[in-house]
C-alpha cells in the first residue's frame, strides 16, 4: 500500500531568556476534570509571542546561563546538605521567587503622569489571590477503533483519566504555563529523586536469582526487574507481550506466527515459566532486609509490538488494534504481579519503544497522530508512574505527546533536535532518564568521561532554551539500552557506572537549587 511521507515535526522555538525567567502570568481558567478533585490552569501560553522581561527577571536569566560552573564547584567544595557554604560558594546568585509565595495585600501609591488629576494617595487593600493548580491536558485526542472486546479506548483528549496517581500542582512563578507542557499524570515526590539509577531490563544471566542479586545490589534505589532472554526465547520482550493473544505462537527461536481467529479477548499471564527473571526478583526483593521501597517493571511497547506482528503476517490495521489491547493487559496485569508480592513498594512501569525508530526515518506503518493515541492509551491503563524508553534514535515526539511521567532517551547530540519539546516536558513536571552509560562500545573503567559528555549536553539544551536547573533536578540514570548483549561483568561494571553517574547527579542538582534559592 502506499503510504504518505512522513514530514519531521519542527520543535517549538524557545528562547533562554523565555524559558528561564517563567511564564507570563495570565488570567487562567479552571475546570474540574472527572478523575478527581483536580483544578486545571490554562492560559495563553507564555512561550508564544513576544514580551519584555522585567530588570528582576533579566537578571535572573542572565545568572542561569553561569550556572552549570558555579553548581559545580558548589558541590564539590560542600556538603550537599549545607546550605550556607554552597550558597556562600555563588556570590551574587539571585533566588527565584518561590511559586506559593505569598502575593502582595497592598499597592503602593500610583501617580498617573498625564493621564488625569486624580492621583492615588493611599494604598488599596486587595483580596487575597488563591492559588492556581496547574494541569494541562493530555495528548491530542483522536479516535481509535477498538473491536467488541477491546479495553474503553484511552486518549490524550480525556487527559488520561483513568490513571489512578493524580496530585496537585502550583503554577512555577505564579503564573499559567506557556506553550502547554506535556506531563499529564504528575508523581508523588516519594517516588523519584534526582539521580536515581535503574536499569533498561535485559541481562545476559540465565539465573534468576542471581540477575535479581546484581539488580539489588547495583541499583538500589530504583531496581528493575530482570528479563532474562538467554535464559529463554520466551523472555524476550516482544514475546512477552505477544503471549496475551491467543492468535498469536511464539516459535522456538522467539520470533511469532499469526494462526486462527483475531476476535478473541486478549488476556496476559505472567508465571513463572516465562517471566523467571520477574519472578526471582519479586522473590528477592521480598526476603530483603532493607524494604525495597520502589520497583521498576518495563514491557513491550504497542507500537513496536503492531510492527512485529505486522511482520508476521497481521494486517496493518489489525496488528496495531490487537498490539494495544496486549500491551493494556500485561501493564496490569505486571502491576497485579508485583503489588502482590511487594504491596508497600511504588511501582514503576516503563514501555520500550525501539519501533519508533520507524517513524523518524519515515517508514512507518501508521500516520502520527494515530501512533500517538496508541501510546497514550497503553499508558493510561495503568496506575503507576509511567516511562517511555526511546531507543537509539527514535521519534522523541511522539514518545512525549503520549504523555509519560518519564522519557529514557540516550546521551547523544540528536536529542538536542528536540530541545523545545524535552523543555516543555520538564516544565509539565516530566522526567529525563539519561542513557549515560553506552551500550554499543566500551565504556571504560572510569565514570568521569560519561558524566562530562553528560553535563555537555546539558550545557547544549540550556542554550536552547531548558532551564537548568530542571535538567539536574529531574534526571534519572541508566544504561542506554538493554544489557543482554553482554557479559555479566560488562553488565554489572555498566549499572554501577550508571550509579556513580547518578550520585553526580544528585549532588550537583542540590548545589544548584541551593544557589538560586530553589
Not at 497592598?106 to 493621564?115: E, F, I, K, P, S
Request: glycine residues 10%; aromatic residues 2%.
Amino acid at each position: 500500500m502506499m503510504r504518505p511521507p512522513a514530514h519531521a515535526a519542527t520543535p517549538p522555538a524557545r528562547t533562554p531568556a523565555e524559558s528561564r525567567s517563567g511564564p507570563v502570568a495570565t488570567h487562567a481558567t479552571t475546570t474540574e476534570q472527572a478523575s478527581g478533585s483536580i483544578t486545571a490552569a490554562t492560559g495563553v501560553g507564555a512561550r508564544s509571542g513576544k514580551r519584555c522581561s522585567p530588570p528582576r527577571d533579566t537578571a535572573f536569566a542572565a545568572a542561569c546561563a553561569t550556572v552549570d560552573e558555579q553548581a559545580d564547584a558548589a558541590a564539590a567544595t560542600a556538603p550537599a546538605s549545607d546550605a550556607a557554604a554552597v550558597i556562600g560558594a555563588l556570590p551574587g546568585a539571585p533566588r527565584r521567587a518561590a511559586s506559593t509565595a505569598a502575593v502582595l495585600v497592598t499597592r503602593r501609591t500610583v501617580n498617573a503622569q498625564g493621564l488625569g488629576d486624580n492621583n492615588a494617595t493611599s494604598p488599596a487593600v486587595h483580596a487575597d489571590q488563591s492559588r492556581a493548580a496547574a494541569t494541562v491536558d493530555g495528548a491530542r485526542g483522536h479516535s481509535l477503533r477498538a473491536s467488541a472486546h477491546a479495553l474503553p479506548t484511552v486518549n490524550g483528549s480525556v487527559s488520561h483519566r483513568s490513571r489512578g496517581v493524580h496530585i496537585e500542582v502550583v503554577a512555577p512563578f505564579g503564573g499559567g504555563l506557556g506553550g502547554r507542557p506535556y506531563t499529564t499524570n504528575l508523581m508523588p515526590s516519594r517516588t523519584l529523586s534526582a539521580g536515581f539509577a535503574t536499569g533498561i531490563g535485559s541481562l545476559p544471566h540465565v539465573d534468576a536469582r542471581s540477575a535479581a542479586a546484581v539488580v539489588l545490589r547495583c541499583l538500589p534505589e530504583l531496581p528493575a526487574a530482570p528479563q532474562l532472554p538467554c535464559r529463554a526465547p520466551c523472555e524476550r520482550m516482544i514475546a512477552q507481550a505477544a503471549r496475551a493473544l491467543p492468535e498469536v505462537e511464539t516459535l522456538p527461536d522467539g520470533s511469532l506466527s499469526t494462526a486462527g481467529s483475531a476476535e478473541a479477548p486478549a488476556r496476559a499471564v505472567v508465571d513463572r515459566e516465562n517471566d523467571a527473571g520477574l519472578f526471582g526478583f519479586l522473590d528477592s526483593a521480598a526476603r530483603s532486609v532493607i524494604p525495597v521501597q520502589r520497583v521498576k517493571v518495563q514491557t513491550c511497547g504497542p507500537l513496536t509490538l503492531g510492527i512485529a506482528l505486522i511482520d508476521a503476517g497481521m494486517p496493518e490495521g489489525l496488528a496495531f488494534e490487537r498490539a494495544r489491547l496486549a500491551v493494556c493487559e500485561r501493564a496490569v496485569a505486571l502491576e497485579r504481579v508485583v503489588a502482590d508480592h511487594l504491596p508497600d513498594a511504588s511501582i514503576v512501569l516503563w514501555l520500550d519503544e525501539p519501533g519508533l525508530v520507524a517513524w523518524r526515518d519515515g517508514d512507518a506503518p501508521l500516520d502520527r497522530d494515530s501512533a500517538t493515541d496508541l501510546l497514550s492509551g497503553a499508558l493510561a491503563s495503568v496506575g503507576s508512574v509511567t516511562g517511555v524508553h526511546v531507543c537509539g534514535g527514535g521519534d522523541l515526539r511522539i514518545a512525549l505527546d503520549a504523555g509519560p511521567n518519564i522519557i529514557g532517551v540516550e546521551v547523544r547530540d540528536h536529542v538536542l533536535e528536540g530541545a523545545g519539546w524535552i523543555g516543555r516536558h520538564l516544565d509539565g513536571g516530566g522526567w529525563i532518564a539519561w542513557g549515560a552509560v553506552p551500550t554499543d562500545k566500551p565504556v571504560g573503567e572510569h565514570a568521569t568521561p560519561l558524566w562530562k559528555a553528560l553535563v555537555g549536553l546539558w550545557c547544549e539544551l540550556t542554550r536552547r532554551g531548558c532551564d537548568p536547573v530542571q535538567l539536574r533536578s529531574q534526571a534519572l540514570i541508566t544504561p542506554a539500552c538493554g544489557l543482554a548483549g553482554h557479559g555479566a561483568s560488562q553488565a554489572e561494571r555498566a549499572m554501577l557506572l550508571a550509579r556513580e553517574i547518578g550520585a553526580r547527579v544528585h549532588d550537583q542538582a542540590a548545589a544548584t537549587k541551593l544557589s538560586i534559592g530553589a
